[in-house]
């Protein structure tokens, strides 16, 4: 049975999962429809999601960056599916493979993120995406386990915080964040964290 969780909530992953290792986590959107005096149109809104792995102070360490131009952490433990530029489609547009077990010891949280790619010549923000989401899912059967659709309005905001994947006391937990931000590009958000 899927959760859906609102802003702000916390769930734990692994404590009522018994071995639980490997999850994926799914973000979704799609553009919205542009209305015109000779109809409507979709723009091509290429979103990126990411995943920045923390240490325990919240630093970004290394080539710890998994995005569309770095596939895969160093150790192999987080995998991108690979860019999807339009949105297009039912289901997850992009996703992210997590190996708990192969986490470095060091790794205390997975911050998973979304932005719009070259959002500055293109003139585009997140006010023109809707139906965003982040879900997580046990790989072993696909079910899902969280989902957390983002509602705010982040109109202006050319990238979104959208949740993150944190070890607390020995378990695995999820935090819906949803926080925009105005960063141009990826590297320019992990600079952040760095």
């Not at 209305?35 to 990126?48: E, L, N, Q």
């Not at 360490?61 to 160093?74: I, M």
């Not at 006010?127 to 059967?141: D, F, K, P, T």
Request: with cysteine; aromatic share 6%; net charge negative.
């Amino acid at each position: 049975m899927t959760i859906s969780l609102v802003k702000g909530q916390k769930i734990d992953l692994t404590k009522g999962n018994a071995g639980l290792s490997k999850l994926i986590v799914g973000l979704g959107w799609n553009p919205v429809e542009k209305k015109s005096f000779f109809g409507s149109k979709k723009v091509d809104i290429d979103c990126d999601a990411s995943a920045l792995l923390l240490d325990e102070n919240g630093k970004l360490q290394g080539k710890n960056l998994v995005c569309f131009h770095n596939l895969k952490s160093p150790d192999g433990s987080v995998v991108h599916s690979g860019d999807n530029r339009t949105g297009e489609g039912d289901g997850d547009d992009e996703q992210i493979h997590i190996d708990l077990v192969r986490l470095p010891a060091n790794i205390h949280k997975i911050l998973m993120v979304v932005n719009i790619y070259d959002c500055v010549n293109r003139k585009q923000d997140f006010g023109m995406i809707s139906s965003a989401y982040i879900r997580v899912l046990n790989q072993s059967n696909e079910q899902e386990l969280v989902r957390f659709n983002l509602t705010d309005n982040y109109s202006g905001k050319t990238a979104l915080v959208v949740g993150e994947i944190y070890r607390h006391g020995g378990e695995w937990k999820f935090n819906a964040i949803g926080e925009g931000t105005d960063a141009p590009h990826i590297d320019i958000l992990a600079r952040s964290y760095q």
